[in-house]
């Protein structure tokens, strides 16, 4: 470390250039003694100047351009730490050899792996719901931002009908079976594109792409129907039921303003005796 620290005053930014001067004046040594030992003599042999000039200039040609090739793993490995740092994926680590540049090459490379997979890792625990699997909040509203400019979608808002009740009658143990199987229930209904989040408590989201109210209620009124055909929850006698809101948007800016009118629709439709739909009044119109 001392002799890095103290060449740092050779292009400091510059590791390769430093390396390359180095080189540079090691080759040049034997020229410049040979010009100092006949200046020394006073005489010149032409002859032999000649010679080892050009040979010492195509040594510096071939030793800068061995040099960059060499130095090849160390700019890999720091692209590598770039990418990382900017939070892009590793898609290819490049296989080093048995030296010193190969073997930080390759610890380089498994470390950005591993930090890679631990940033996914973290970031999948910070949008996922622990008990349901399901996107939460934070993760619903990032992929939605995702959602084409100009794309009509439906905001589905369902809340579980009377989850209190089972809360404080047969305990939290069984509140939370009965939101898993629900959950569950969510993803064998709707498709893979569409997404489907934890809103809070009892509260559900679901954001149907490429799907109009009209359809996107008939689609929840089969989860209606088959939530009475073969019911959930701990009381044969109450069997699970839900309500829900659904609202029109097209492109992710009119996310917030469709939550707040399926939010509308929900409090309807809990209002007019839940187990049922509601279509945002409004928004209905356009489907």
């Not at 032999?48 to 000039?53: E, I």
Request: hydrophobic letters at 50%; aromatic letters at 8%.
């Amino acid at each position: 470390m001392r002799f890095y620290l103290a060449t740092r005053f050779l292009f400091p930014r510059h590791f390769h250039l430093r390396i390359f001067a180095i080189c540079f004046a090691a080759v040049h040594l034997p020229l410049i003694s040979f010009v100092a030992s006949q200046a020394a003599m006073g005489e010149w042999q032409w002859q032999v100047f000649v010679p080892l000039l050009l040979a010492t200039l195509t040594g510096t040609g071939g030793a800068i351009v061995a040099l960059g090739a060499l130095l090849a793993p160390i700019r890999q490995a720091s692209e590598m730490l770039r990418q990382v740092q900017h939070g892009k994926a590793i898609t290819e680590i490049p296989a080093g050899g048995r030296d010193l540049a190969g073997e930080l090459l390759d610890s380089v490379g498994l470390a950005a792996l591993a930090t890679n997979t631990r940033i996914s890792q973290l970031r999948d625990a910070a949008e996922r719901d622990v008990l349901t699997g399901l996107r939460n909040r934070r993760g619903f509203l990032d992929a939605a931002a995702h959602l084409r400019s100009g794309t009509r979608a439906t905001l589905a808002l369902v809340d579980i009908d009377f989850f209190k009740r089972i809360n404080d009658i047969f305990g939290h143990d069984e509140g939370d079976l009965v939101l898993q199987e629900f959950s569950h229930r969510l993803t064998e209904t709707m498709r893979r594109s569409d997404l489907i989040a934890r809103w809070g408590g009892e509260e559900f989201a679901i954001l149907i792409p490429g799907m109009g109210p009209r359809e996107a209620q008939a689609m929840m009124e089969r989860l209606r129907t088959a939530l009475h055909a073969d019911p959930i929850g701990p009381n044969p006698e109450e069997p699970v039921t839900f309500s829900c809101g659904l609202a029109f948007l097209r492109g992710p800016d009119q996310i917030a303003v469709a939550m707040q009118r399926a939010d509308k629709a929900l409090y309807a439709a809990k209002h007019g005796g839940r187990d049922r739909i509601a279509l945002d009044a409004e928004l209905a119109q356009m489907a």
